[in-house]
Structures are given as structure tokens and as C-alpha cells.
Nanobody
Framework: QVQLVESGGGSVQSGGSLRLSCAAF????????MAWFRQAAGKEREGVAA???????TYADSVKGRFTISQDKAKNTLYLQVNSLKPEDTAMYYC????????????????????WGQGTQVTVSS
């Protein structure tokens, strides 16, 4: 079993940056496919980025070139660097994990993950 705790959200102006963190507790972090999702008010949860246990990454088209997912296995921590933020990036951001060495082709589907954090809010003003 793994527990996930996000931090790093906040309120920024359009064009600003944040670094979101997700600390993992209670299991061997390196054996999981890890991902970031977000959910805006009134919308469905959407996959933002995912990272395999070997460090291979994948991104949603809407964030490519602006967001970077990374991990520090020594610290059991997942990161999401979010740059060039836009008002449409406003959402609750969640990290998620599933016990797989490699993320599936449908990494963007929230049904494929069985561990979730409580979320951290990102608000971008124009």
C-alpha cells in the first residue's frame, strides 16, 4: 500500500510557474507508474503527465512544452514543474500511482490508478 501527499499548489498570475510535489509513503516507490491528473470545477479529471519506473515520460498535448514530470527515487517524491501557466490550467492537481513497472498506453485514464493523493489547488489569474 502507498500513501500520496501533494504540496506546492498556490495562486499565480498568467505566465507564472509552480513546482508541485507528491511524497509517497509506505511502499517501494520505484515499482509504480506515477502520474499527475487535474480536475477543474465542473469538469472531468484529466491526465496531465505520467512517468515509468525507468523515468520515461508522457504528457497530455495541452501541457507539452510547459509541464515537466520528474521523480527523485531517493526521496520517494514525484514532481510536476508547471511553467507558462494559463487561466485554463486552474484546477485541483492530484498525483496517482499504480503498481506497474511501466505505465500503460491509457495512462491518462484515471480508472487505471488505485492510489490517489488529496490534491493541491492551482489557481491562475489573467
Amino acid at each position: 500500500q502507498v500513501q500520496l501527499v501533494e504540496s506546492g499548489g498556490g495562486s499565480v498570475q498568467s505566465g507564472g510557474s509552480l513546482r508541485l510535489s507528491c511524497a509517497a509513503f509506505g511502499s517501494t516507490y520505484s515499482s509504480y507508474c506515477m502520474a499527475w491528473f487535474r480536475q477543474a470545477a465542473g469538469k472531468e479529471r484529466e491526465g496531465v503527465a505520467a512517468i515509468d519506473s525507468d523515468g520515461s515520460t508522457t504528457y497530455a498535448d495541452s501541457v507539452k512544452g510547459r509541464f515537466t514530470i520528474s521523480q527523485d527515487k531517493a526521496k520517494n517524491t514525484l514532481y510536476l514543474q508547471v511553467n507558462s501557466l494559463k487561466p485554463e490550467d486552474t484546477a485541483m492537481y492530484y498525483c496517482a500511482a499504480v503498481y506497474l513497472e511501466y505505465c500503460s498506453a491509457s495512462w491518462w485514464n484515471s480508472d487505471n490508478y488505485d492510489h490517489w493523493g488529496q490534491g493541491t489547488q492551482v489557481t491562475v489569474s489573467s
